[in-house]
Every structure is written in structure tokens, then in C-alpha cells.
């Protein structure tokens, strides 16, 4: 073992470095291509609120102070909105934070956390660095969740049960029914945390957010949201967590750094909370550009996970790395999934019109 590699703890050499892929300059670095469609990262085309460009020409004074650390304004919008108690809301630096600080206040070694696999890897890397053990619950071969299997890990009574809904990177999602039946079966030694980073994409038809449920008892709960995705805001690092307890979320505020949520992003926050009209616009666009794509993918004889999200997962019978480096070349982004078993799935953002055309222009090309 190197020096270094002997200095941190065991855990922290047990992590894969952050797949995040290749930024705009990196790849036209590599490939200069014409134009380029970046489709790797669930961003949302349309971009924040417009009244967001007023709002930071009068910035300069947020730019030279400390931002308010207890986030105030914001919470209290997050839980008028919501409809919980300003107590009740905790805001991170961007929804990863809160993972960080949920998993370091609450996971001791040994612990289990439930997770759905493939998962988003940030809900598996925060626990195992707290030296937890992770159980995944796969998919079914068709790719939605496997209900039963999930129903019966929770049983086991692990510390924590913790899953996005929709699901990143699958996009498939349990129905009310089955979400009701899965948080129904946790017991009160298990923290529940949905990660709900695209529930603005997925509200309506059998989808239903984990708030409508876990409001009424008095079970251990967090759910996640975030700034990131349909408001459009992921480059200023903000999102939340609602939680059940207010006395949790008092210890969970100790754990956070104190000025974790930066002052232009609350602003911005408050703001984009604030545009209704452009949330529906950015999530109609999302919905009837995922229709197009996917009716794209499954004419190509490809197979495709059902989406509730902003994005699409689905087989290229190939190694997607290899896949991926071919849709670069062409100046298209895409994330190639490197989890086991999963390793021939690539996963692509739906972008504005034009970039779906480019994507699905270089994709006809390469297959
Ligand atoms: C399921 C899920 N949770 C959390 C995050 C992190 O989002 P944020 O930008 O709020 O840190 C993402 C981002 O891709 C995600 O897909």
C-alpha cells in the first residue's frame, strides 16, 4: 500500500472515483467536433427561471456577504410550497450534500442501507465510506423495480432505506400502490430517505411523491429534492431535504457545513420556486421530447427502460464506454453506465429539439 493509501481510512480506498464525464471543453479538446450535444448529466435545456437574469445584475452584495447559514427565506418558501414546517426543511449544497451529511450523522459501521440497482452511485459511496453494507435490490429484466424483492429487504430492518423515485439512472419508478406497500414495511429503526431529484417530471399518472404518505405517520423519513434538474440550476449547487422529525433535522443542521447553501443559490431558489409557468413549460418540453426520443431508440431495435425522468437508459449491446466514445466524436455526451451488469447501458439526457436531433442523427450513424 502507498503512503497515502495508508493514511485514510479503509473505506475511502474502497470507492470508485465520481463518473461525471467529460465537460464541453474537455471534448472539444479531444474531438473538436462542429457542435456539440451534451446529454451526459440530466441538465435541463431550457435553464432556470428568466426572471433569474434581473435578479443577478443586483447581486453584488450577495457576492460580499455570508449567506444567511439557517437559508431562512428559502426554507420558509420550501415549506409554504410543501405545506410542512420551516422546521422541518434543511437545505445542501446541492441534494449530494445532504446524502453526505445524512449517511456521516446517521450510518455506523456494520449498518445496512438498502439501495435500488443500478443506483445512483453517490446513494451507495456515502454509506460504504461510513463503513455500512450496502444491499441492492435489482431490477427486473424489463427494468422496472422489483417490488417483492425490494418489500422483503426492507423487512430485514436495515438502518436505512434509501432509493431515488423515479429512479437515476433507470428512470422506472414505483406506483403510488407500491410505494405506499414498500414504506409501509419499513420498521422505526429504519431511516427512510427517497431521493426525489425528478419527482417535478414524474408528478401525475400512477406517480405519486413518498411526502404524500410519509406526512402522515411518524416513521423515521427525508425526502430529497433539488434545484438541479427541472428548475434548472444545476451549476449554483441547491437542494433540500423535508424531514419527518424536526428534532432530526436539528441534529442533521450540526452535521452540514454552516454556509452549505451559498447566497446566489438561495436567491436563485427563491426565485425559481417562485416561476410556476416556466417549471410547466421546461417539464411539457422534457415529456414530449422523451416521447420522441424513445419512440427514436425502441424503432431502432433497441431496448428501453420505462422513464418518469428526464432521461433515458437503454441497451446498446455493446460496451457503452466504447459506445460512448463513438457518440463523443460526433459532439455528443451521453453517460456510459460502468456499474456490473450494467455496463452495455448508456444513459442520455433529453436535451432541447436540436440536441435529441443530434443525438439521434449520430446514433443512427453509429449503429
Ligand atoms: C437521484 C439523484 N440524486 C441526487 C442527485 C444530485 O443532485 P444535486 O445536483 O442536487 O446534488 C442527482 C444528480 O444527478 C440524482 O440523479
New binding site residues.
Given amino acids: 500500500m502507498s503512503k497515502a493509501s495508508d493514511m485514510v481510512r479503509t473505506e475511502v480506498t474502497r470507492l470508485s472515483p465520481y463518473n461525471s464525464g467529460l465537460t464541453i471543453a474537455e471534448v472539444m479538446q479531444r474531438y473538436a467536433p462542429a457542435r456539440i450535444a451534451k446529454l451526459g ?2 441538465e435541463n435545456p431550457l435553464g432556470p427561471s428568466p426572471t433569474l437574469a434581473t435578479m443577478m445584475q443586483a447581486s453584488a452584495e450577495i457576492f460580499r456577504l455570508y449567506p444567511d447559514p439557517a437559508g431562512r427565506e428559502l426554507r420558509q418558501a420550501i415549506a409554504a410550497k410543501y405545506e410542512f414546517g420551516e422546521d422541518q426543511v434543511i437545505l445542501g449544497n ?4 445532504l ?1 453526505s451529511v445524512i449517511s456521516r450523522a446517521v450510518l455506523r459501521p456494520g449498518d445496512a442501507v438498502v439501495t435500488l440497482y443500478p443506483s ?1 452511485p ?1 446513494h451507495e459511496d456515502y454509506a460504504t465510506l461510513m463503513g455500512a453494507s450496502v444491499r441492492r435490490v435489482t431490477v427486473n429484466d424489463d427494468l422496472t423495480v422489483n417490488v417483492d424483492a425490494l418489500i422483503e429487504a426492507v423487512r430485514e430492518r436495515p438502518r436505512m432505506l434509501l432509493f ?1 423515485n423515479p429512479m ?1 439512472p433507470v428512470g422506472s419508478w414505483l406506483s403510488a400502490g407500491d410505494l405506499s406497500e414498500v414504506l409501509d414495511a419499513a420498521g422505526d429503526e429504519t431511516l427512510i430517505v427517497v ?1 426525489e ?2 419527482a417535478e417530471y414524474a408528478e401525475g399518472g400512477d406517480y405519486a411523491s413518498s411526502l404524500r404518505y410519509l406526512r402522515k405517520g411518524d416513521r423515521p423519513w427525508i425526502v ?1 429534492r ?1 434545484f ?1 434538474k427541472a428548475f434548472g440550476l ?1 451549476g449554483l ?1 441547491i ?1 433540500f431535504g423535508i424531514v419527518g422529525d424536526p428534532e432530526l433535522r436539528a441534529l442533521l443542521d450540526r452535521v452540514r457545513t454552516p454556509f452549505n447553501a451559498n447566497g446566489m443559490a438561495q436567491a436563485a431558489a427563491l426565485a425559481a420556486l417562485a416561476d410556476e409557468k416556466h417549471l410547466a413549460r421546461v417539464v411539457a418540453l422534457a415529456m414530449a421530447e422523451r416521447t420522441r426520443v424513445e419512440s427514436f431508440l425502441r424503432n431502432m431495435g433497441l431496448d428501453v427502460a420505462p422513464s418518469r425522468g428526464n432521461f433515458l437508459f437503454f441497451n446498446c449491446r455493446q460496451n457503452a464506454s466504447a459506445f460512448a466514445e463513438g457518440l463523443l466524436r460526433e459532439g455528443v455526451i451521453v453517460k456510459p453506465w460502468k456499474q456490473q451488469d450494467f455496463d452495455s447501458y448508456v444513459r442520455v439526457s433529453i436535451g432541447s429539439p436540436a440536441e435529441n436531433d443530434h443525438f439521434m442523427a449520430a446514433l443512427s450513424r453509429l449503429l
Fill in positions: 448529466s440530466n446541492g441534494s449530494e450534500d446524502l445512483f453517490l431515488s437515476n431521493d431529484a425528478y430529497l433539488t438541479s444545476a449547487r437542494g
